[in-house]
């Protein structure tokens, strides 16, 4: 079993719906990024939490470190978001300079 | 453009040909990181360079791959006898603290026929 699991794996929407991505991890974290990475490989990152909520634009992004469980909000998605959004963990001690990735979820809006 | 860049961004070559990529980080981080991504996955740690000292090689890596950063500043991966399996993006992503948010490349896509 994976340490980090994203679900869904593939999402279509559109435009103007909200969505929500989800990622539930199974170690100790220090910290939960999420990232978004557009065709032809570039990864951008979005937030970096360890507890709450943080928003930037229409974006918002939860954790719940109890539940070892978080999600990424889109509101009023638009075509442009259309991208992988992965969700990555850096585990509490050791080399916590690493970080380890889930699969990705692939968003497709459509106008 | 002050961000990682990543060059070349693809590469096609023959099995058991050498390749090398070579990655500039943001110029004030101290950190590099190598990582490397297959169709459909997410990406899997390769190696941590902290200034010049590689720190952590995974055991991803085989023999056949080696990375430096002799001054601290850009890196690069090399791969001899490239195998089919090799074929992947190769990422890297710069960092100013340990445990900081990572900056990533474009990343350098390889394919071995």
């Known amino acids: 079993k994976n340490e980090v699991e994203q679900s869904p794996q593939n999402l279509t929407a559109q435009e103007g719906e909200f969505i929500t991505i989800n990622c539930s991890y199974s170690?100790?974290?220090?910290?939960l990024h999420w990232l978004q990475q557009h065709p032809g490989g570039g990864i951008v990152s979005l937030f970096m939490?360890?507890?709450g909520k943080k928003k930037h634009g229409r974006l918002i992004a939860t954790i719940n470190i109890q539940e070892k469980h978080s999600s990424l909000h889109i509101t009023a998605s638009h075509p442009r978001d259309s991208a992988v959004y992965i969700c990555?963990?850096?585990?509490?001690?050791?080399?916590?300079?690493?970080?380890?990735f889930g699969k990705g979820t692939l968003l497709t809006v459509n106008p | 453009d002050t961000g990682v860049s990543q060059n070349p961004r693809h590469k096609i070559t023959k099995r058991g040909q050498n390749v090398t990529f070579r990655c500039d980080p943001i110029?004030?981080?101290?950190?590099l990181y190598w990582y490397r991504q297959t169709l459909g996955q997410g990406p899997e740690f390769l190696t941590y360079?902290?200034?010049?000292?590689?720190?952590?090689k995974s055991r991803l890596l085989s023999d056949r791959f080696s990375a430096e950063r002799p001054k601290g500043s850009f890196s690069t991966l090399e791969i001899q006898r490239t195998e089919q399996g090799d074929s992947a993006m190769y990422l890297c992503?710069?960092?100013?603290?340990?445990?900081?948010?990572?900056?990533f490349g474009e990343g350098s896509r390889l394919t071995v026929l």
């Open positions: 992503a710069s960092s100013s603290r340990e445990a900081g948010e990572l900056f």
């Open positions: 170690v100790g974290i220090s910290a």
């Open positions: 939490l360890s507890s």
């Open positions: 990555a963990v850096r585990r509490s001690g050791g080399s916590n300079y690493k970080l380890t």
């Open positions: 110029s004030e981080h101290n950190r």
């Open positions: 360079f902290q200034n010049e000292a590689q720190l952590e």
